[in-house]
């Protein structure tokens, strides 16, 4: 935050709705045949047409796709599809809606209630996104007779983006902390993106969430200010904390709140007054004349029972299918959950383990392997996870936990197997079992073969075995790490720690 600080009055209480923008991921735009997925450095305004321009005499055609997709996320969330619905046009002008108004729903969106992450949800419908703008962008220009040179301010507008469909979620105002509020749009991501409708991607604007937040003494709800331009999660936290501290601050020194429009600046972390807030009276809706009116019930595929049988596994039911089936821990749970291709990673090696004897036991190991060691060795690569992923192959990396649970190799040795496998170029070249044995890494479990080993280093250390014999019981573990050293790494460390208890005594 600035220079503000967060109040220390418990006094004031804070109510948060959040407005969440996505892109949905069709081929094509909302209402015309532009392709929706430029390629990433493409020309600016090149896949753009009379109809996403506005041009006089074009008629939009509503994108089918679009429209079940938005469908789905409303099934998802438990809420109630609308028979009825209709486009409207949200009437305001600015350089970045092209047709002067902005083709929206208003009074009866495609869904309507539902819940998500615990909080209550007000509607879902779908638009047009608007064109992309850069402002403050710097010229040279001549000016007068002279010719002499100088600087001016101007805009641009890339329209490659106007016309793209989006998704407009909004809550009902029920979130009153940060935290909250950014768990609800992680979870929301989540879902969007295992239906498959938006790749809602915060970094590329493919996700944008907005930010209403009052603060009051009473219950009633104090006057809302809208926060603008929010590109990730932390942003978020960090604007409704600001936003918070700041509303306070008024309040204490007698002030009073205005309705407004505010963005967020990174640089400064701080908010900053944009515009006074508009009512929907401002945007004089009324249906849009140039599109037929929806009725649900008359097109088969977006009947809630068909939608609702092409739905994949949500998050919530794949954490509760993890906690009851294989026993991980939550941390480990929410890793596979947020990313997909891990979980899947995951659940393949799972089912090499099945002819394992201590299979719960198993795939704690390789939960915990795959959380920790193989997730250290995809952040420090600098290739793909799924490169990675392709190297060690979830066969192999079952092998070397079944090697683990069996006493074959140590855990210290199972790191080093990983790490080795993860170098190699091949699936074949990657078997733990051949990397054991070619770098000396399978434990020796010859007890005999161990005994003698460590009577030896037990007579080189009278003074440690005296020690012992006073009630040091923590010099065992100097005797098991000689034994380690001696045979570098190929002891079993449980099986020495056996064998030095029997010699000690």
Not at 77 to 105: C, H, M, T, W
Not at 207 to 236: D, H, L, Q, W
Not at 410 to 436: C, H, N, Q, T, W
Request: contains cysteine; glycine residues 6%; aromatic residues 8%.
């Amino acid at each position: 935050m600035s220079d503000l600080n967060t109040p220390k009055s418990d006094s004031y209480s804070m109510t948060i709705g959040l407005e969440i923008h996505a892109e949905l991921n069709t081929k094509s735009k909302m209402f015309c045949g532009c392709t929706n997925s430029p390629e990433a450095g493409a020309p600016p305004n090149m896949y753009v047409c009379p109809v996403c321009m506005g041009y006089p005499g074009t008629l939009p055609v509503v994108n089918k796709a679009a429209v079940k997709k938005v469908l789905s996320v409303g099934v998802a969330v438990g809420a109630k599809l609308a028979d009825f619905s209709e486009f409207d046009r949200k009437n305001y002008f600015y350089p970045d809606i092209p047709k002067g108004y902005q083709i929206s729903q208003y009074k009866y969106p495609l869904v309507s209630g539902g819940t998500l992450a615990g909080v209550e949800l007000t509607r879902v419908h779908l638009e047009e996104d608007t064109a992309r703008s850069t402002h403050d962008s710097v010229a040279e220009s001549s000016h007068g007779k002279s010719g002499e040179k100088s600087n001016e301010k101007y805009s641009l507008v890339d329209y490659n983006r106007a016309g793209v469909p989006l998704m407009e979620l909004v809550t009902e105002p029920v979130i009153h902390s940060a935290e909250q509020a950014i768990n609800f749009a992680k979870e929301l991501q989540l879902i969007l993106q295992y239906l498959d409708v938006s790749d809602a991607n915060m970094e590329k604007g493919q996700m944008r969430v907005e930010v209403n937040i009052s603060v009051s003494k009473s219950e009633t709800f104090g006057t809302k200010v809208e926060v603008k331009n929010i590109n990730s999660f932390r942003a978020a936290g960090k604007a409704i904390e600001y936003e918070y501290a700041r509303q306070v601050s008024l309040l204490e020194e007698g002030g009073s709140v205005k309705q407004e429009t505010r963005g967020w600046d990174e640089n400064k972390n701080a908010t900053f007054s944009q515009r006074s807030k508009e009512d929907a009276h401002d945007y004089r809706y009324f249906p849009e004349p140039d599109i037929p009116k929806l009725v649900i019930s008359q097109i088969p595929e977006f009947a809630e029972f068909a939608i609702k049988n092409e739905l994949p596994e949500l998050p919530a039911v794949v954490r509760d299918r993890y906690a009851r089936d294989f026993g991980i821990k939550q941390e480990d749970i929410e890793v596979f959950v947020t990313d997909r291709v891990l979980g899947k990673f995951f659940e393949t090696a799972v089912v090499s383990l099945e002819t394992s004897e201590k299979v719960g036991d198993s795939v704690k190991i390789l939960s915990n392997y795959i959380t920790s060691d193989l997730m250290g060795i995809i952040k420090n690569s600098p290739e793909s996870l799924e490169k990675v992923l392709q190297k060690i192959t979830p066969k192999n990396i079952a092998t070397l936990v079944v090697m683990i649970t069996a006493g074959d190799v140590s855990s210290r040795g199972a790191k080093d197997i990983l790490k080795i496998m993860s170098d190699v170029g091949v699936e074949s070249a990657s078997d733990p079992r051949i990397i054991a044995e070619e770098k000396g890494l399978i434990q020796k479990n010859d007890r005999e073969e161990l005994k003698k080993i460590m009577q030896e280093i037990v007579s080189a250390h009278p003074e440690i075995v005296s020690d012992y014999k006073n009630g040091k019981i923590s010099v065992l573990q100097f005797f098991v790490g000689q034994g380690m050293k001696a045979m570098k790494g190929a002891g079993n460390p449980e099986l020495l720690k056996g064998v030095v208890l029997e010699i000690l005594k």
